[in-house]
């Protein structure tokens, strides 16, 4: 019976769900030996690096994926986020930069925009991006807790208080 790249990846994710990494990432090796410009296997087998703890192979998977397809904001949002956990901000800045070109309306890059300028203390900026991701989606309670601790760097109280009535109106509703 012939391998077939896409029941290999629904088992590697499987696997993967359960802990299971080094067999989900054989897998996931397997399904790319028999479809190698499959991004999507690329992009799986990155978030299955990633997961298990080892970043550097999770960005090179995930270059790969970004090298067959560039255009798919996932990917861009993985890629922020393992270069930023990577400490390389640079390239964080540059995928998320992207992210905002393919689609300004998505709200977890704004969020993940704003963690960057918050990391370099650029609390303006970061307040801005955090903004944007809550005026998207005003129930997105990572961005309004983000706004929040932004709020209380710029000595924004009322805006602070505002952001912490919403996240337990969140919490409890």
């Known amino acids: 019976m012939k391998e077939n790249p896409e029941k290999l990846n629904t088992h590697a994710i499987e696997l993967a769900s359960q802990g299971e990494y080094a067999e989900a990432i054989a897998c996931f090796k397997r399904a790319i030996s028999i479809e190698k410009s499959n991004a999507l296997l690329w992009y799986n087998l990155g978030l299955t690096y990633r997961d298990s703890g080892n970043l550097h192979a999770a960005k090179q998977a995930l270059l790969t994926a ?14 922020t986020l393992v270069c930023f956990a990577l400490d390389e901000t640079d390239e ?43 005026s998207l989606y005003p129930h997105y309670y990572d961005a309004v807790y983000n706004l929040r601790d932004t709020y209380t760097e710029l000595g924004n109280k009322v805006g602070a208080q505002e952001c912490a009535r919403l996240m337990a109106q969140m919490r409890n509703g």
């Open 66 to 79: 970004y090298n067959l397809d560039n255009t798919d904001e996932e990917l861009l949002e993985s890629l």
């Open 92 to 134: 964080a800045f540059e995928y998320c930069s992207e992210g905002i070109e393919l689609n300004s309306d998505n709200p977890h890059v704004w969020n993940n925009l704003g963690v960057l300028y918050f990391t370099r203390a650029e609390y303006q900026k970061a307040c801005s991006a955090f903004e944007q991701a809550v």
